[in-house]
């Protein structure tokens, strides 16, 4: 697929089934994370592999963040459901050092959410659909811990990797510019 078209037409996608990439695949979408802009050459981000039998570990760790910070009845129940929406999970933690000075710290965030879109373009050039997820329980102490988080460390994104049900080809979409571009 040529680059623009990918660009313009990826869509994220919530229904994902088996397969989920193996491991030439995720290797390739490591080394497209790694290609993004990145001020001082940091690598401010660590990404967290979560195949399908880990799946469950992962759903314990939401429901133990919803607990902690209280995130109610509604949340609980997502975070049981959460696991079996996909067959793989990628987490991505944004890994700040706040003594750079030349890199500020919103840089290294920025390089970081670089490097979840540029692995989540890099599984969708080869056939899997993904979407980039958050949610308040990714501040939780025990999914942080078993991130490898530090102290100013920040965890990004959930991406959820694997399969649409039926391939459906997209074409690219046109959206209109004009409220989001000026010129100075
Ligand atoms: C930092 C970030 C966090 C996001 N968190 C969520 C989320 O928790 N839940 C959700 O449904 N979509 C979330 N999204 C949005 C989806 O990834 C997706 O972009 C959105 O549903 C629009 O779909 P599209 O990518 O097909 O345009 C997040 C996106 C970003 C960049």
Same mark, same amino acid.
């Given at each position: 697929?040529?680059?623009? &078209? =990918? *660009?313009?037409?990826?869509?994220? @996608?919530?229904? #994902?089934? !088996?397969?989920?990439?193996? /491991? ?35 759903? &314990? =760790? *939401?429901?133990?963040?919803?607990? @902690?910070?209280? #995130?109610? !009845?509604?949340?609980?129940? /997502? ?106």
């Amino acid at each position: 697929m040529q680059a623009l &078209d =990918l *660009l313009t037409s990826r869509r994220s @996608e919530k229904k #994902l089934f !088996e397969p989920a990439p193996s /491991k030439d695949q995720l290797e390739k979408m490591f080394q497209a994370a790694l290609h993004t802009p990145d001020h001082g050459k940091l690598q401010p981000y660590h990404f967290v592999v979560i195949e399908q039998d880990r799946l469950a570990y992962l759903a &314990d =760790l *939401l429901k133990e963040a919803v607990n @902690e910070l209280n #995130l109610g !009845e509604e949340r609980l129940k /997502k975070a049981e459901s959460f696991a079996t929406r996909a067959p793989m999970i990628i987490g991505v933690v944004a890994k700040i050092n706040k003594d750079i000075k030349k890199v500020p710290a919103w840089e290294q965030m920025l390089t970081a959410g670089c490097a979840t879109y540029a692995l989540q373009l890099a599984a969708n050039a080869q056939g899997f659909a993904n979407v980039w997820v958050t949610g308040p329980w990714i501040d939780g102490s025990a999914l942080r811990q078993a991130f490898g988080c530090e102290q100013h460390d920040k965890i990004v994104a959930l991406v959820m990797i694997g399969t649409e049900e039926e391939k459906i080809s997209r074409d690219p979409k046109v959206i209109n510019t004009e409220n989001i571009v000026r010129y100075l």
